[in-house]
């Protein structure tokens, strides 16, 4: 595990390891959207972790889809993520925030009252979502946003950078993949605009990029990393065409790599013709996080096949505080309990049905 336990650098981060703890939504926050001291229970005890990517944090409560999720939108949020960066700190740690604007994948039950559920389009995701109010109900139809509207959430995103920054969190990440905002932008299939924001590639583009332009400028480009997955069509995301895909990507791509971005996240694909970490690898220069589905054997053999520089663990670290211990030691994780993922309370998230050591899969 050689490969995998090497220290690296990505950005301003220096990681002792490879192992990243990828985001992960567990509906621990406060209704309101604050972060709790369960949450940061949570995250110290996987403080051994390369990097921590947090679950989900909505830079708006427009942008908030599901239930008990956090939003980081002004001072009064700082307390409770200072809490959470300090003790990971403490433990030797380093900590990312995901900013996950949901768009249209949402229910109005979900954030506070009046909050809207916006869209690139106002065109209905397909599916059903879980309310703590109203049990499962379809997704919102959303709005559409208006041209200075677009630009009123990039400037969400900005001040989330910020705050984060002040939280003392050590990066941010977009979250543009699996049918949340920037992805519904980017896909031909949900972004139907005809202003600078839609009707061609470089403008369906735009969107992510005047993001990722608006937090570099506010906190630096070593501070800002992305998540994508080409070819996810999670939550309903379509595309018009079959070829939109790759077209789109690699535009983004070519226009995000002199950016010198902290690091790019990218989740893997098990079928389709597009082999994400290879376009990945040829369009961006930087740190490059593989995902989903590795053990440790196969992420070790990725990285040092130079396939990608780091893998984050998603289920794994669910019910492995220690996982990066484990994978020294070649032991196996716990398993996890599926029940328990999204539920409130410390069952299933701070006290575990398999504590370290015991009951491995
Ligand atoms: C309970 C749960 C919640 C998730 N929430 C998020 C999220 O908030 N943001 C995100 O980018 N991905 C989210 N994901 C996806 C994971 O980051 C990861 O891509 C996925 O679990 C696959 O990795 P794995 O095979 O190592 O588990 C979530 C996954 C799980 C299991």
């Known amino acids: 595990m050689e490969h995998l336990l090497a220290p690296l650098q990505a950005g301003n981060m220096t990681l002792s390891n490879r192992v990243i703890m990828a985001p992960m939504t567990r509906s621990r926050a406060e209704v309101t959207g604050n972060a709790t001291s369960l949450m940061k229970e949570h995250y110290a005890a996987r403080a051994s972790a390369g990097l921590i990517i947090t679950e989900g944090i909505a830079p708006s409560e427009t942008g908030k889809g599901y239930c008990r999720t956090p939003v980081l939108d ?77 630009v009123e959430v990039v400037g969400e995103y900005r001040r989330f950078a910020l705050l984060a920054a002040e939280a003392g969190f050590d990066a941010v990440e977009v979250h543009a993949t699996s049918g949340y905002l920037p992805a519904q932008f980017l896909s031909s299939g949900t972004n139907r605009r005809i202003d600078r924001y839609g009707g061609s590639v470089e403008r369906r583009i735009a969107f992510p990029i005047e993001i990722l332009e608006a937090m570099i400028d506010e906190i630096g480009a070593d501070m800002v990393g ?35 971005l902290a690091y790019l996240h990218v989740i893997r694909r098990h079928e389709g013709p597009l082999d994400n970490l290879e376009l990945a690898r040829e369009l961006h220069d930087g740190v490059l996080i593989a995902n989903d589905s590795y053990d440790a054997v196969e992420a070790d053999a990725e990285i040092e096949a130079g396939r990608c520089d780091a893998v984050s663990f998603g289920r794994h670290f669910l019910a492995t505080p220690d996982l990066v211990a484990r994978i020294a030691s070649g032991q196996e994780p716990n398993r996890f309990d599926p029940r328990t993922l999204y539920t409130p309370g410390p069952d299933g998230y701070t006290e575990l049905e398999n504590p370290a050591g015991r009951h491995p899969t």
């Open 74 to 150: 002004g001072p009064s949020r700082l307390a409770g993520w200072r809490a959470v960066t300090d003790a990971v700190h403490a433990g030797g740690g380093r900590i990312v925030a995901q900013a996950m604007h949901c768009g249209r994948i949402s229910h109005a039950a979900n954030k506070a009252p009046g909050a809207e559920t916006v869209a690139p389009s106002a065109i209905q995701a397909d599916g059903l979502m879980y309310t703590d109010v109203e049990g499962m109900r379809p997704f919102d139809e959303p709005r559409s946003l208006s041209t200075d509207e677009v």
């Open 226 to 260: 992305l998540r994508i997955c080409p070819g996810n069509t999670f939550n309903d995301l379509i595309d018009a065409h079959p070829g939109d895909v790759e077209e789109t990507f690699r535009a983004l791509l070519s226009t995000i790599r002199p950016m010198g």
